[in-house]
């Protein structure tokens, strides 16, 4: 593995249905991102991790939910995915530091919800 | 509220230099970032600007004014790999990134 991978590619899923969008980095970076991006809007942040152990909520957090039980990992689960979240999702790390902290993105997940 | 401004597509020729504008109004700023994004791709990183100015990096140059709130993404000598959506964000004062919409750059032979 080198950067971050994400899986599945991509997926079609029935609303109602509990999905899990995985995320690995072998970066050691400490922060790890979850974003999804929509046509016409800029990437919106759904829930962060600045270190293994913790999470925080971003700008769309609700239906979402998150787990950080080790570095690498950072899965995104939609408890019961409804329409309104058909989207783009991208995971991405970041070292953590307070200077440039450069965030790098995995290849995403396209995901579709009938 | 925070709003990151960026035109929505720019077209410009092969082998020509493009200038991509990025307004900004946040709480707080803790840099700005430039991203490129093939269709289909993740976001890859570009520049970083902290300080007013300009930096320079190959063919690609990005410049920052924060008095006025601005940044631009230059881009010379045009190649047709550089049609992609061009992403503008900057860290605000909770250290997370806002994201412009993106501008879809169009490169014409």
């Known amino acids: 593995i080198a950067g971050i991978t994400q899986a599945p590619t991509s997926q079609i899923l029935a609303a109602g249905r509990r999905m899990t969008l995985r995320c690995t980095q072998d970066?050691?970076?400490?922060?790890m991102y979850w974003y999804r991006q929509d046509l016409g809007l800029g990437l919106r942040l759904i829930h962060y991790?600045?270190?293994?152990?913790?999470?925080g909520k971003g700008e769309v957090p609700d239906g979402y939910s998150v787990s950080r039980a080790n570095t690498d990992d950072f899965p995104l689960t939609l408890a019961s995915a409804v329409p309104s979240q058909t989207s783009v999702y991208f995971c991405?790390?970041?070292?953590?530091?307070?200077?440039?902290?450069?965030?790098?993105f995995g290849p995403g997940t396209r995901l579709t919800v009938l | 509220g925070q709003n990151i401004d960026q035109p929505t597509e720019m077209t410009a020729t092969e082998g020509a230099i493009v200038q991509i504008n990025c307004t900004y109004q946040?709480?707080?700023?803790?840099?700005l970032f430039w991203y490129q994004q093939h269709a289909g791709e993740a976001p890859t990183f570009l520049s970083y600007?902290?300080l007013d100015g300009l930096e320079e990096k190959g063919r690609f140059s990005s410049f920052l004014s924060r008095s006025k709130g601005y940044s631009y993404l230059l881009l010379k000598e045009l190649q047709m790999k550089d049609s992609a959506s061009y992403l503008c964000?900057?860290?605000?004062?909770?250290?997370?990134?806002?994201w412009g919409a993106g501008t879809k750059l169009i490169i014409k032979p």
């Open positions: 991405a790390s970041s070292d953590g530091g307070r200077a440039t902290d450069t965030q790098y």
């Open positions: 970066m050691r970076h400490n922060a």
């Open positions: 991790s600045n270190t293994a152990g913790t999470t």
């Open positions: 946040t709480s707080g700023f803790n840099g």
């Open positions: 600007n902290v």
């Open positions: 964000a900057v860290r605000d004062s909770n250290y997370q990134l806002i």
